[in-house]
């Protein structure tokens, strides 16, 4: 959807505070160097080439000059100016003096934008019309990083200031809310106070290692998603997690990314690389034989790692790695199955996500027509498949009510791409259904169709995590780690109140691991104070507590995560109940 005049106006307030930082920043050093400064999402940046770092006292003098700036009532207005203008303006700013030469060689006009008479940019727009549009009470400098001009670690590195804007105040203090709230709910912190996972340095950065608990809660992920699956009819395959480079040759892959690859090489001289995607090795299976279109569609899934040599700097806890698991699938069909097909998935991811209170937001990514090298296959092919998606997404959530990203399709087919809005208001993509035209002519797959003739097949991919790794990134922070009693690793913790009680708290133990509960019994080597502490950090729905009362009338005090004591009741009510809510995934 294109932007509102809303988005409009805070894109150009942002812009417009990018200008005022490096007035500000020149203010202070004088002979400062300018780079770029774009806005970016809720904020802005600008890169600077300075003497000596920023120092915290520097960036406080730069609100404060930002706030004078604002209150002054300083017109923006731009003007075309020449590339000798741009020359003469710009004599002393050579990274601006650089891309005027970028924009002479590619035939770019050249604009500058003046702030009042206190700075002027090399800019095209747009901007607000005075620095009063500008809420003073609404921005903030938040941090400073390095970065290399251009993106290019061989270019000067520059330090770029990074601020956050709104138009009101009260957007700019929900966004310091969120802000604070993700912090505490960073899934690193919580992954390691729970126990979850962990990395080590022998092993390698970008590769999550997951204890029993993270484990658990993978495993239970991805049984959810198999469950889901079976019932439109996938079957589970197998496959490698190494191939002969002669496969991504064929497919694609391997003049696309291979420089992303790990790759082997053999004693016998071959190259081999681990696979940084399963779709090359599921086509093979389905080529093992020949297909009538009585056959159609084969649906095909496998959770399995995939591998991508991410640079260090790239790598972000769960959320960026090179060891990746997907929960990838593959049907191979005609035509005529497609939009089946895809509604079937969408139903999948629906249930699935409807099961976390993960609102969907949709995103149909389609390619970019002025970089067709960026894509396989021929134009009308891609018309042909945007078009196919296009009228699935009308009819499930309406024309014009999804996001259209140009230039974000993946190398061989446009896709559905599923934004899931966490408990914090932040979108992550997640699942994607991606239709592919191009693979199944590269490897020739046919099928034999009811008039003898052979019929070319169809290929969609999908994925409902994605990732595993990234997405249990966004439930450990959209459940701040206290995940619902039928997904936590530990559902009960059994607490004796003393050595008295520890048979009786143990049978209690061993009933309800009969019922199927996964469940945790405390020595009585603590006070009974720490022990419920510590059961209540680890964030366990439920903590039974056993003494004399409880032993003497076969029942359990019940302590449920975020109400305190519930009460005392038998353990049988307490498992019926436990299990009625494990099943309706509450």
């Given at each position: ?181 993700a912090r505490k709910r960073d899934h690193r912190k919580l992954g390691q106070e729970l126990d979850l996972f962990t990395f080590s340095d022998l092993v390698g950065p970008g590769l999550a290692l997951f204890t029993p608990k ?185 024309k014009n009510k999804y996001h259209i990203a140009l230039g974000e399709a993946a190398f061989y087919g446009p896709k559905l ?170």
């Open positions: 959807m294109p932007k509102d005049s809303s988005d409009r106006n805070i894109d150009n307030v942002r812009h417009s505070l990018a200008h005022l930082l490096a007035a500000a920043v020149l203010k202070r050093f004088p002979k400062a160097k300018l780079g770029i400064g774009p806005t970016i999402e809720n904020g802005f940046y600008y890169d600077f080439e300075v003497p000596r770092g920023f120092a915290p006292e520097d960036i406080k003098e730069f609100e404060k000059t930002i706030k004078q700036l604002i209150k002054s009532g300083l017109p923006f207005k731009g003007k075309k100016i020449t590339p000798a203008e741009g020359r003469k303006l710009f004599k002393d700013q050579p990274f601006k003096l650089e891309l005027i030469k970028d924009f002479v060689k590619e035939k770019k006009q050249l604009t500058a934008y003046s702030t009042g008479d206190v700075f002027v940019d090399l800019c095209k727009g747009g901007h607000a019309k005075n620095t009063k549009e500008i809420n003073p009470d609404a921005f903030k400098l938040v941090s400073t990083a390095g970065a290399y001009w251009k993106g290019d670690e061989k270019n000067p590195q520059l330090q770029r200031i990074y601020g956050v804007a709104f138009n009101t105040k009260k957007e700019f203090d929900h966004y310091l809310w969120q802000q604070e709230e993270g484990t658990t809660l993978r495993d239970l992920l991805d049984d959810f998603v198999w469950s889901l699956r079976k019932k439109y009819g996938y079957q589970k395959v197998d496959i490698p997690h190494i191939t002969k480079k002669e496969l991504y040759e064929t497919s694609g892959h391997w003049s696309k990314f291979k420089n992303e690859l790990f790759r082997i090489g053999t004693r016998e001289g071959h190259e081999f690389a681990l696979k940084p995607m399963n779709c090359p090795h599921h086509i093979q299976i389905f080529a093992r034989k020949r297909w009538s279109f009585r056959d159609l569609p084969q649906r095909y899934a496998s959770t399995t790692k995939i591998y991508r040599d991410e640079q260090a700097g790239e790598l972000l806890g769960l959320v960026r790695v090179r060891s990746i698991t997907q929960d990838d699938a593959h049907v191979f069909c005609n035509m005529d199955q497609v939009e089946t097909e895809v509604k079937n998935i969408w139903e999948i991811i629906s249930e699935f996500y409807g099961a976390f209170g993960l609102p969907l937001k949709l995103r149909l990514s389609l390619r970019d027509p002025k970089q067709p090298d960026k894509y396989l296959g021929d134009a009308q092919v891609w018309k042909g498949a945007e078009a196919s998606l296009r009228i699935v997404a009308d009819r499930k959530v309406g791409d599923f934004m899931a809005i966490d408990s914090l208001g932040r979108e992550w993509q997640v699942a994607t259904i991606q239709l592919d035209l191009n693979m199944p002519k590269r490897f020739n797959l046919t099928f034999t169709k009811d008039d003898g003739k052979q019929g070319q097949i169809f290929i969609i991919h999908a994925a409902i995590m994605g990732s595993i790794e990234r997405f249990l990134a966004v439930l450990i922070e959209h459940y701040a780690g206290a995940f619902p009693v039928w997904l936590s690793p530990v559902q009960v913790q059994v607490i004796a109140v003393g050595n008295r009680f520890q048979s009786y708290a143990e049978k209690v133990a061993d009933g309800l691991k009969a019922a199927g509960v996964r469940v945790e019994l405390t020595e009585a080597n603590e006070t009974l104070g720490k022990r419920i502490r510590e059961g209540e950090t680890q964030k366990i729905p439920y903590l039974l507590i056993v003494g004399e009362k409880e032993k003497k009338t076969a029942t359990v005090a019940v302590r449920k995560r975020g109400k305190g004591n519930i009460g005392v009741t038998k353990l049988s009510s307490f498992v019926k109940s436990l299990q009625t809510e494990i099943t309706k995934r509450k």
